[in-house]
């Protein structure tokens, strides 16, 4: 059986970390890579105003970028 994947944005990323450490769901939860809170930043740095980060991995991805991780065997390669 493959469970599903849900991915939950939020801006508030450590209080639904504890929400689902406490209903021991963290399968379920999305923490968006480093790199979205970083390019997020910059982005509202320079435009001035808001964005969630929903907004930014998405348009991060229809860019091109890929989320690599250490746990993919494929990683650096």
Do not use: C
Request: no cysteine; hydrophobic share 30%.
């Amino acid at each position: 059986m493959s469970k599903k994947s849900v991915k939950l944005y939020t801006d508030n990323v450590l209080e639904e970390f504890y929400k689902h450490t406490v209903r021991g769901s963290l399968e379920n939860l999305h923490i968006p890579h480093s790199d979205v809170f970083y390019v997020r930043e910059a982005v509202q740095a320079h435009y001035g105003r808001p964005f969630t980060l929903k907004h930014v991995e998405e348009a991060m991805r229809a860019e091109g970028w890929l989320e690599k991780s250490y746990s993919n065997p494929n990683y650096g390669k």
